[in-house]
T-cell receptor, first 113, second 111 residues
Framework: DVKVTQSSRYLVKRTGEKVFLECVQD?????MFWYRQDPGLGLRLIYF???????EKGDIPEGYSVSREKKERFSLILESASTNQTSMYLC????????????FGDGTRLSIL | RKEVEQDPGPFNVPEGATVAFNCTYS??????FFWYRQDCRKEPKLLMS???SGNEDGRFTAQLNRASQYISLLIRDSKLSDSATYLC????????????FGAGTRLFVKA
């Protein structure tokens, strides 16, 4: 079974802090994704990566950056956290081609105070 | 128009009932289709893929209608444990990675 592990289930940070969310997958997947999920808005893609050191912007990249130094690890960074970034963050991975189903981590419920 | 649209529900059904959800998509070149299940405050989990020929897994049946651009999910003999949000997922045939998730349909199965 695919295992996608996110570093924290719940996280509380303050406005202006730099926040790191970590994601690790154990299936040697090339493709990794970061989403946020908000009530009524569904899943929105922040960034994705299809290879080490490669990254592409998704639909809502503003205020976020990512890092992929190793194939199994994809990090999401909130450069200066704001209250409108309070959300559920979900990491996913999949193997090529791009039409394969994605496998999700448990999610991180992030609150910015 | 949203790329993937679902009736948000909620659908309230008694145990043992049959319930069906539809999901429409706007991109006729879409290639792959899936249904995911998401429990409250949990991550989405793959329920089943949707093939052109249809797909059945126990009490769950998924259908694809390319001409009308919709997919459906049928749940027979509903269980209390089927209560969840069901997400329709569509992947375009562009060679890229832009998977589109519907906002989900909420199902409540009651005793």
């Amino acid at each position: 079974d695919v295992k996608v592990t996110q570093s924290s289930r719940y996280l509380v940070k303050r406005t202006g802090e730099k926040v790191f969310l970590e994601c690790v997958q154990d299936m040697d997947h090339e493709n990794m994704f970061w989403y946020r999920q908000d009530p009524g808005l569904g899943l929105r893609l922040i960034y994705f990566s299809y290879d080490v050191k490669m990254k592409e912007k998704g639909d809502i990249p503003e205020g976020y950056s990512v890092s992929r130094e190793k194939k199994e690890r994809f990090s999401l960074i909130l450069e200066s956290a704001s209250t409108n970034q309070t959300s559920m963050y979900l990491c996913a991975s999949t193997s090529p081609p791009g039409n394969q189903p994605q496998h999700f981590g448990d999610g991180t419920r992030l609150s910015i105070l | 128009r949203k790329e993937v649209e679902q009736d948000p529900g909620p659908f309230n059904v008694p145990e043992g009932a049959t319930v069906a959800f539809n999901c429409t998509y706007s991109n006729s070149a879409s290639q792959s289709f899936f249904w995911y299940r998401q429990d409250c405050r949990k991550e989405p989990k793959l329920l089943m893929s949707v093939y052109s020929s249809g797909n059945e897994d126990g009490r769950f049946t998924a259908q694809l209608n390319r001409a009308s651009q919709y997919i459906s999910l049928l749940i027979r003999d509903s269980k209390l444990s089927d209560s969840a949000t069901y997400l329709c997922v569509v992947t375009p045939n562009t060679g890229g990675f832009k998977t589109i998730f519907g906002a989900g349909t909420r199902l409540f199965v009651k005793a």
